[in-house]
């Protein structure tokens, strides 16, 4: 009777340790992907939200913006995504933890023998991960996008980070900033089913019986990942954009009315191509990231 606490408590701390490695991994692998993937975001965004002409492709959106920024301006908006994608990756690979832990005990994975989660387990944590993870993604996108839009159209609004929230506070309170909440979670729970799933299945498929992952194959399967991602839920990110840079009231489905209205379904797609560009090598250093530190973790701790 005496060795059954210890057992529980042992599995309790073997639990959070998990957690925590899981947290620390997903900002390792956030980091790496904002300094891979945000000249590309960038210029997805600017696609997004500008004035149909202003850009004739993605190349003439890196030509404007250096002309009128210099080099370093293809990274304008950049500290916002280093501050608020770093916990929000964190929190996302932890989400994912807690996910397939919650999901692992109300339906057990066993399945001829095997204790691997199903795809469709799998997925569900995944979706799970989106929910604590837009707690802080949709303020952080909703600066990010100000930011990586302004200056288009005449002088920039904003001069920093501080000034957009103070703006946005000033003007609606913390429900400005968070603008574009159900749209951000609109985008993030499926995409990140798919996203999980899709790196878990492949990673599977990549690893031969009885060797470690390798660093090509993590990169090939975080790569695939981030591109299955982005092509099914970029319609919804469209969206998202355009509702958090409109400097008036509006919703999902007037933003959507309006997207529709300007051209037609493809009007939900202009920046799609930087957008994959970047999910591939960004998602690729994401996964890398994570790895790494796990590898980093069972080695040292």
Known sequence: MSDGPEITDSVKTSAVV?????????GVGGISAVLVGH??????????????????????????????????????????????????????????????????????PAIDG????????????????????????????RIKVLLQVQGQHGEPKYSGILDVVS???????????????LATLARDGPGSALYFATYEYLKEKLTPDGQKLSLGAI??????????MWTAVFPVDTI??????????????????????SGGI????????????????????????VELTHNFFDKYT
């Open 114 to 141: 095997k204790t691997d989660l199903t795809i469709a387990q799998i997925s569900a944590a995944g979706f799970f991960s989106a929910i604590p993870t837009t707690a802080v993604a949709a303020p952080f996108e």
């Open 219 to 228: 990169s090939f399967a975080g790569g695939a990942s981030g591109v299955a």
């Open 39 to 108: 000249p590309f975001d960038l210029i997805k965004v600017r696609m997004q939200t500008a004035e149909k002409g202003v850009y004739s492709s993605a190349l003439d959106v890196v030509r404007k913006t250096v002309a009128q920024d210099g080099a370093l301006g293809i990274y304008r908006g950049v500290t916002p995504p280093l501050l608020g994608v770093t916990p929000m990756f964190a929190i996302s690979f932890w989400g994912y933890d807690l996910g397939k832990r919650i999901v692992a005990a109300v339906s057990p």
């Open 167 to 181: 703006k946005l506070y000033k003007d609606g309170g913390v429900r400005s900033l968070y603008r574009g909440s």
């Open 240 to 261: 998202k954009s355009k509702l958090q840079t409109s400097e008036t009231q509006s919703n999902i489905i007037k933003v959507t009315t309006q997207i529709y209205r």
């Open 266 to 289: 493809k009007a939900f797609f202009p920046g799609i191509g930087p957008a994959l560009a970047r999910s591939f090598p960004a998602n690729a250093a994401t996964f890398v990231g």
């Open 18 to 26: 998990g957690q925590i490695k899981s947290f620390v991994a997903g």
